[in-house]
């Protein structure tokens, strides 16, 4: 079976550093990963997707990742953090041609001035 | 676009009461989604409709709990004799097609059982 996960339920950062949120997937054949954010008391948003190809996906406000076949994971990065990055990522993963998305526990990221 | 519409986005209710939960995808989306999300179990899957059609509610608790999708513009999520443990924020989602395709969250409805 399909699943994600954060080893980090929370990371703390300081304005202006760089920032990994890890994330490891365990799944058989293709996967399509994804990375969601969730600010307070709003849904999730999408930061970016993993399709097979190039292994570095670029998203929104700065933020990449890279997946990892060999490792079985998917990273996502951003090289200067904002307080505005204060929020709960997720990490998620589907399948090809699939419909569930099974998404992971999630990592508070506090931003510290 | 207005996005993923979810109301009411709080609602309290007693034990044994029931709650309906609604949600309003975004036009042109053939895939909903409904997830549960509390702090103890994270973001949890409860059903899927396509083209309105039930594909999966292997996330539903059997009892108590149902969904409904009766035309292309709206969903709701029932759930009968509310019990505390129900207490939860319910994400509705959709999408233009399946897993592939990026999911757009409504905010979300936080249900507290009293």
């Known amino acids: 079976a399909q699943s994600v996960t954060q080893p980090d339920a929370r990371v703390t950062v300081s304005e202006g550093a760089s920032l990994q949120l890890r994330c490891k997937y365990s799944?058989?054949?293709?996967?399509?990963l994804f990375w969601y954010v969730q600010y307070p008391r709003q849904g999730l948003q999408l930061l970016l997707k993993?399709?097979?190809?190039?292994?570095v996906v670029q998203g929104v406000n700065g933020f990449e990742a890279e997946f990892s076949k060999s490792n079985s994971s998917f990273h996502l990065r951003k090289a200067s953090v904002h307080w505005s990055d204060w929020a709960v990522y997720f990490c998620?993963?589907?399948?090809?041609?699939?419909?569930?998305?099974?998404f992971g526990s999630g990592t508070r990221l506090l931003v510290s001035p | 676009n207005a996005g993923v519409i979810q109301t009411p986005r709080h609602k309290v209710t007693g034990k044994g009461q029931e709650a309906t939960l609604w949600c309003e995808p975004i036009?042109?989306?053939?895939?909903v989604f409904w997830y549960r999300q509390t702090i103890v179990q994270g973001l949890e899957f409860l059903t899927y409709?396509?083209?309105?059609?039930?594909?999966?509610d292997s996330g539903m608790p059997k009892e108590r709990f149902s969904a409904q999708m009766p035309n292309q513009s709206h969903s709701t999520l029932k759930i009968q004799s509310t019990q505390p443990q129900d207490s939860a924020v319910y994400l509705c989602?959709?999408?233009?097609?399946?897993?592939?395709?990026?999911?757009?969250f409504g905010p979300g409805t936080r249900l507290t059982v009293l």
């Open positions: 036009s042109g989306h053939s895939a």
């Open positions: 409709f396509r083209n309105q059609a039930p594909i999966d």
């Open positions: 998620a993963v589907t399948r090809t041609g699939g419909y569930k998305v099974v």
């Open positions: 989602a959709s999408s233009l097609g399946g897993g592939a395709y990026e999911q757009y």
């Open positions: 993993y399709y097979p190809g190039d292994p």
């Open positions: 799944y058989f054949g293709t996967p399509y």
